[in-house]
């Protein structure tokens, strides 16, 4: 699809708190809406690593005990989906007023437009993914806890295995979709950090989501850095949707709002733990 040339902000932002990150993607998401601020491509991480809850997603799931024992923080993220363990990747943000062209839509329709920018920065990055159609186990009524355990529909995948997750939210104020591209490390790690009936469940949770799920790294033979990575995307944002992408930084009004969002919404456990 042809894009008339549009410019977006692009913001890098360094690793930062669970609740801290679901605050400024909310806080960005009003700001455009208002007209304060233009369609954002946002790239960030987390410090420490954090478990976020899909929107729906019951709180019974995860394993406190072992949240606290490794140091991990918990947050509910606005957008729906499974749990996901925020560690060692590079997380986007997509943010833009439901009129942009390059998300208007249903969600599967934008979200298609959006993944071809995401594969393209894989290409860049020398891997060979593909947005196949894919039914969950969720589908075949199993459901499972686990975010990259099972390809959904239309994930991307490298190898028959999934690479990157993602997540919208469409709201009266525009369209959020973020999503994760785990660089390296132990994918298996998140099986901690959630609850499972015994030992089996949880020993067969951990092979599933080995067996479907893969990192930059495993797909590679080496370690590619989160600005290796952050650059690659913005690339194929800038080529795949016609976009000039100025770096900037957030307002002083989406400052102020996302500490409101963090301290009273995302850092408190009514929201956290509404389910």
Known sequence: MNYEKQTWRVIEHPPAKGAWNMAVDEAILESVYSGDSRPTLRLYAWQPACLSLG???????????????NGWELVRRPTGGRAILHVDELTYAVIAPEREPRVKG?????????????????RLLGLSPQAEEKESLSKKGKPNPVCFEVPSNYEITANGKKLIGSAQARRKEGILQH???PL??????????????????KSSAKGRLLAHATTVENE?????TWK????????????????????????????????????????????????
């Not at 390296?184 to 469940?201: S, V």
């Open 106 to 122: 249903g969600i599967l329709e934008s979200y298609l437009r959006l993944s071809q920018a995401l594969i393209e920065s894989l």
């Open 220 to 224: 590679l033979g080496q370690v590619i």
């Open 55 to 69: 929107h729906a997603q019951p709180y019974s799931e995860v394993n406190t005990k072992a949240l606290a024992a």
């Open 179 to 181: 999503g994760t591209l």
């Open 228 to 275: 290796q990575a952050s650059l690659a995307v913005q690339q194929a944002f800038s080529k795949v949707l016609n976009l000039d992408l100025e770096p900037e930084n957030l307002t002083e009004k989406e400052i102020e709002r996302a500490e409101a969002l963090q301290k009273n919404k995302y850092g408190h456990s009514s929201w956290t733990e509404r389910i």
């Open 184 to 201: 390296y490390g132990d994918l298996a790690r998140i099986i901690t950090a959630l609850q499972f009936p015994n030992e089996t469940a």
